[in-house]
């Protein structure tokens, strides 16, 4: 039945491509999720009136973080390539991958970080400083706790757009079920390759949004 | 203990200086609790904030114990907050704590070891009245409860002075009420000194000791809670002190019980704090053969004894009134015969 519906399609290449594309989701999301912390609190941080309060560093972040957003995923793979060669020393495959999937989502990450970071109210930060808490102590014991639900959400946003990138950067050669698709499904006139990575593109999609809801939930105590 | 000398604050704005401190002088006892009371604006807030620092001084002078504030360098004055419990009012939680790690968080700013910190905590729960709840967040919680988890918190480095910015601003009159008794029996049984903020004459009267009065960034009264209520001078403070009794005296309504009876007789008693007691009407209504009918007034009590006037009928034998007259009288309330004028 199965193999009447799908003649072109090759089980292990399937799980293979799937496999490769969530290599490159997790080890991307991981780096997205700690550059963009990092971004995030700058931004946050070196914003007027608060803790760092600095506007040429906050400037300089803010167009950085402008800038490598405003780049289409795409181009900026190609942008990278010398880069991700130095990096990875090879610019093909789910590894040469990650360093465009990273620089791309961070600073989208970041941006989501900075709007968590400015929800989180004004007063625990002032009871922190009234009790003599040291910066780093306001940073990973209020900053990032109080927000925890929106960065997690954040990041589940982040997680799913990533997915997407993966997917592009199978075109041109980065493995994974974008790869599939493209290479042995729209190359091939194999449609029903191509279908069958969507549906496991969509599945993955689909867990990661549930997970991310999941626990957003849970540790949101407001 | 906390001594202030000619203390400002001025904020640069654009196009003018806003000066939300002003040139405020003032000494606090140790053990007292003292009222800072003023309208919205006056920099009741920007007061309370300079004392432990969370807005720096433009200009003056803050020393607690003999230490001075104002020179204290970063690390120094990080440890000194330790011991300068605050609390506000929209308690400022931490919502991702339950009530036992909010209370723990400035033990572990402090670095206490888990154990000491279970021990003080599990202390400072039972002094506030929270047990049972240790596990609640603070959404879970009432108002009420939510800043007697802001005062276990403020208390927790054992700190010399407590600031309170409007900490009962957010309560209801019941919750408030029971939030001010906290304060008082936290005060007698700590010796803890207490500067409290706020727009509300009725929380000066029931727990402090001394009050100054802002407008404009400046003190513009200062003194004992009770001889601020009695003889209020500026007229700021004569406005707040009318929040009290907003009942006007009515001599018309009085009229109707002055009469040529020598059985009956309308007086007015004068509290003006002291040795009177509450039960003082019932007292004279049961030591003494006369009915005691209370026509008009109002007293509040205040932590220096009772304060305001009231108008009764003492009806009796003419030798009984007199004597229960001159029985409140020695109790140490004024009294005054009313007459038809
Ligand atoms: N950070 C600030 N920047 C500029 N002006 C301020 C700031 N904080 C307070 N002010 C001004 O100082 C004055 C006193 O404010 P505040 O201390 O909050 O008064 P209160 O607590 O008595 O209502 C107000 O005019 C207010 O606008
Ligand atoms: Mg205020």
Not at chain 2, 59 to 68: A, F, M, P, W, Y
Not at chain 2, 133 to 155: C, H, W
Not at chain 2, 276 to 304: C, H, M, P, W
């Amino acid at each position: 039945m199965l193999e009447e519906l799908f003649p072109n399609v090759i089980m292990e290449n399937l799980w293979t491509a799937t496999y490769e594309t969530l290599y490159m989701t997790v080890i991307s999301v991981i780096g997205t999720f700690i550059l963009g912390i990092i971004l995030g609190l700058l931004l946050y941080l070196t914003d007027r009136g608060n803790l760092w309060s600095n506007r040429v560093i906050n400037g300089i972040t803010a167009t950085v973080v402008n800038v490598f957003r405003a780049i289409p995923f795409i181009i900026l793979i190609l942008l990278l390539i010398p880069f991700t060669d130095f990096l990875m020393d090879t610019i093909r495959g789910p590894k040469a991958a990650l360093p465009a999937l990273i620089i791309g989502s961070a600073p989208f990450y970041a941006r989501l970080v900075e709007i968590a970071l400015k929800e989180v109210d004004k007063g625990v930060i002032e009871a922190a400083k009234s009790m003599g808490a040291k910066t780093h102590t306001i940073i990973f014991k209020v900053l990032l706790q109080e927000s925890k639900p929106a960065l997690v959400g954040g990041l589940t946003v982040t997680a799913i757009a990533l997915i997407g990138y993966t997917a592009i950067a199978g075109v041109i050669g980065a493995g994974g079920l974008g790869d599939l698709a493209y290479m042995h499904g729209f190359q091939r006139r194999n449609n029903d390759v191509v279908f069958a990575c969507t549906v496991f593109i969509v599945a993955i999609v689909f867990i990661f949004q549930w997970a991310g809801d999941f626990v957003s939930k849970r540790i949101d105590k407001r | 203990m906390i001594s202030i000398k000619k203390l400002s604050k001025h904020f640069q704005m654009k196009d003018q200086t806003v000066h939300a401190v002003d040139d405020v002088s003032l000494e606090i006892e140790k053990g007292e609790i003292f009222g800072v009371i003023g309208y919205s604006g006056a920099g009741k807030s920007t007061f309370v904030r300079l004392l432990n620092r969370l807005e720096e001084p433009t200009s003056g002078e803050i020393t607690l114990d003999q230490q001075s504030l104002t020179q204290l360098g970063k690390n120094d004055l990080r440890k000194k907050r330790q011991k300068i419990g605050m609390i506000f009012q929209h308690f400022n939680l931490l919502w991702s704590r339950t009530v036992y790690e909010n209370i723990a968080f400035p033990l572990e700013i402090a670095g206490l070891d888990k154990q000491s910190s279970k021990e003080k905590v599990d202390e400072l729960i039972e002094l506030v009245g929270l047990k049972g709840r240790e596990n609640s967040y603070p959404s879970q919680l009432s108002g009420g409860q939510k800043q007697r988890v802001g005062i276990a918190r403020a208390l927790a480095n054992d700190p010399e002075v407590l600031l309170c910015d409007e900490a009962t601003s957010a309560l209801d009159p019941e919750t408030t009420d029971d939030i001010l008794d906290l304060l008082v029996s936290i005060n007698k049984k700590l010796k803890l000194t207490i500067i409290l903020i706020t727009h509300e004459m009725h929380v000066i009267q029931k727990i402090c000791h001394r009050v100054a009065v802002m407008e404009q960034g400046k003190v513009v009264e200062v003194g004992d809670v009770l001889e601020v209520f009695i003889n209020p001078k500026e007229k700021t403070t004569k406005r707040f002190v009318q929040q009290l009794s907003p009942l006007e005296h009515d001599p018309e309504r009085l009229k109707d019980f002055i009469t040529e009876d020598e059985s009956k007789e309308v007086v007015k008693l004068h509290f003006v704090g002291g040795t009177a007691r509450r039960s003082l009407i019932s007292e004279v209504a049961k030591q003494f053969d006369v009915y005691v009918n209370i026509l008009q007034g109002s007293i509040s009590q205040t932590q220096e004894g009772s304060y305001g006037t009231l108008f009764v009928e003492l009806d009796g034998e003419r030798k009984v009134i007199e004597a229960s007259m001159n029985y409140i009288r020695n109790s140490g309330v004024e009294v005054e015969v009313v007459t038809n004028a």
